[in-house]
Nanobody, 115 residues
Framework: VQLVESGGGLVQPGGSLRLSCEASGFTFSRYAMSWYRQAPGAERELVGLIFNFGGTSNYANSVKGRFTISRDNAKNTVYLQMNSLKPEDTAVYYC?????????WGQGTQVTVSS
């Protein structure tokens, strides 16, 4: 199993970024996928998740209405569209999947929101 994030960077407050997580090594369409983030000095927290079928997603209150998770099962990729970014969104963002009771994480991608 491999999860590879991309798309992070530096963005000004109010800006947007789209993160991607390309998955391999498992049947992607069968599993829910999640995004987490970890700010400096803080614990890792759940940003949101998207279920396997139907595309239903749930979000942390802190990002609800600003972030959207989507998936393309044909490309084995999950996305995190982040709009109206705030300095407090600065963190390393991780892709996550639980497969056969094991936890799998990507390497993370840095998102910095600053003017």
């Amino acid at each position: 199993v491999q999860l590879v994030e991309s798309g992070g960077g530096l963005v000004q407050p109010g800006g947007s970024l789209r993160l991607s997580c390309e998955a391999s090594g498992f049947t992607f369409s069968r599993y829910a996928m999640s995004w987490y983030r970890q700010a400096p000095g803080a614990e890792r927290e759940l940003v949101g998740l998207i279920f396997n079928f139907g595309g239903t997603s749930n979000y942390a209150n802190s990002v609800k209405g600003r972030f959207t998770i989507s998936r393309d099962n044909a490309k084995n990729t999950v996305y995190l569209q982040m709009n109206s970014l705030k300095p407090e969104d600065t963190a390393v963002y991780y892709c996550y999947a639980k497969i056969a009771l094991k936890d799998y994480w990507g390497q993370g991608t840095q998102v910095t929101v600053s003017s």
